[in-house]
């Protein structure tokens, strides 16, 4: 009798892994075991190591996630979720959790743990990236080196597999195709390059050192929130990297004060938390097994919207006292050490704690958007902007919804897009960032991201069935 017998036509049981994606594994699971081999500092040769294990990891993910989504059907398999132990809080998912949680300890706060010599020669981990950092620069790996380039890895490898699975959706095969162009360029390679062309972070033959400034075009201030401190403004005006500083500089306050408003009115966040940002790029594709763990309760939202918008309200206070500081000449506002009371709490708190360690350490735990949801002030900023001046909302049809509540299910911004559906209401949420997942996954056809006149749409459908039965609006 056929082992794996099933009548169905719509949703065939998942097939055993066969030997390619056996294979698959296999290839990143050694380009794996070369990135925790040469973190114990056992001698692998840096240049042939790091190739083993960066084409080892995006070769390996790419066969295994070809054979994985291509044998099937097309259409998005979300079979068992529930039922993995890694992306159902069960062992395995607490072991990610603590891993992750612990590398970006290191990384933050104890560099020297994974080999990072600021005074002498690179060790362990960090040395495997020393031949690709001379590459570009001319100069040893820094533990952010490392950082970016694993980074990028991450969503180009996850990436890749991200639109095996969504192949169908053409709006997520675009997305996607974007947000890999804007990490992999924007995020990496420009800014690698201008380096290496000393437009950045260089010391000068005597030893002076010239500053450093953020050549990530896409990091807008407030997600990059040390913009307007002083070394920043000062690196950015620095004669020896002109003309590229300076039109840094411009360019920032124009993505923030014009570029910002006008898309967000157009289009929704979107444009940037799911099209752009490189903490959405990661959560999209890393995060995506993860989407579904968000909390949906009303406590979460409650809890999204104080936190949110208090580490707003933070970066917004901070960033005035810095500007204050930067013109005035002075290192206090109103008594207060600008540094010690305003910086360097939010550099620790938000910047690297909530982020980093919380906004991907805990993707197993609390889904794949903690950050974006609970604590990134551009998605406050950006929020607020799509809530009430916006052209943006997803229609509902409610008279097709069967309330099977996969929208809700994987909406990685907890909003219980059920609740809406049912009642034939329009989506205007703060916090969505237009993934367009829980209209990918609905059977039925009934959501639709659109931009549209503002006119009407916070307006409520005719008939309302609520909790309250029925009821008929003006
Ligand atoms: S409501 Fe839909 S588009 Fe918005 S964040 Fe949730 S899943 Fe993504
Ligand atoms: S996925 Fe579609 S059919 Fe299912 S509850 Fe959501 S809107 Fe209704």
New binding site residues.
């Given amino acids: 009798m056929q082992k794996d017998a099933n009548l169905s036509i719509a949703n065939p049981h998942p097939k055993d892994a066969d030997v390619w994606q056996k294979l698959g594994l296999a290839i990143a699971g050694v380009g794996l075991l070369v990135l925790f081999l040469s973190w114990g500092n056992v001698p692998i040769p840096a240049a042939m190591g790091l190739t083993i294990a960066l084409v080892g990891i995006i070769g390996g993910t790419t066969l295994y996630a070809y054979r994985l989504y291509m044998r099937q059907p097309a259409g998005i398999k979300n079979n068992g979720v529930w039922f993995k132990s890694l992306i159902n809080r069960g062992a395995l998912g607490w072991i990610a959790g603590i891993i992750l949680t612990g590398f970006y300890v290191l990384l933050y706060w104890y560099p020297e743990y994974i080999g990072y010599k600021p005074n002498g020669a690179n060790e362990g981990f960090v040395a495997l990236f020393d031949p690709l950092s001379q590459f570009f620069k001319g100069k040893p790996a820094s533990q952010w080196f490392l950082y970016g380039t694993l980074y990028t890895v991450s969503i180009l490898a996850l990436g890749i597999k991200f639109l095996f699975k969504y192949r169908y959706n053409s709006y997520q095969l675009k997305r996607t195709v974007s947000v890999i162009i804007a990490q992999l360029f924007l995020a990496y390679l420009v800014p690698e390059i201008l380096a290496g062309l000393n437009y950045n972070d260089v010391s000068t033959a005597q030893g002076e050192y010239l500053g450093y400034y953020d050549t990530d075009i896409k990091n807008v201030w407030p997600l990059d929130y040390d913009f307007f401190y002083e070394y920043h403004l000062d690196a950015m005006q620095q004669e020896a990297y002109q003309p590229v500083g300076v039109l840094y500089l411009i360019i920032g306050i124009a993505m923030f004060l014009l570029v910002t408003p006008i898309l967000t009115y157009y289009v929704g966040k979107?444009w940037y938390c799911s099209w752009v940002c490189g903490c959405g790029g990661l959560a999209e594709t890393a995060g995506d097994p993860f989407r579904h763990l968000s909390s949906k309760k009303l406590s979460a939202w409650k809890l999204e919207r104080w936190l949110i918008h208090g580490v707003m309200v933070f970066v917004f206070v901070m960033t005035a006292a810095t500007v204050y500081g930067y013109f005035w000449n002075t290192g206090e506002v109103f008594g207060l050490n600008i540094y010690n009371t305003f910086q360097k709490p939010y550099g620790f708190l938000i910047g690297a704690t909530f982020s980093g360690v919380i906004g991907v350490g805990f993707y197993p735990m609390l889904g794949n958007r903690v950050w974006c949801r609970f604590g990134c002030p551009m998605a406050g900023y950006m929020g607020i902007i799509q809530r009430f001046k916006s052209r943006f909302r997803?229609t509902t049809n409610g008279g097709q919804c069967i309330s099977c509540g996969n929208?809700s299910t994987?909406?990685?911004?907890g909003?219980d897009?059920r609740a809406y559906a049912q009642k034939g209401q329009n989506?205007v949420?703060a916090?969505?960032?237009?993934?367009?997942?829980?209209?990918a996954v609905c059977p039925r056809g009934v959501?639709k991201?659109e931009n549209g006149p503002e006119e009407k749409r916070h307006d409520l459908p005719p008939i309302i069935i609520g909790n309250k039965s029925v009821e008929l609006q003006d």
């Fill in positions: 979107r997803i929208c994987y909406c990685e911004q909003i897009v989506i949420r916090s969505c960032v237009g993934c367009g997942i829980c209209s959501l991201l």
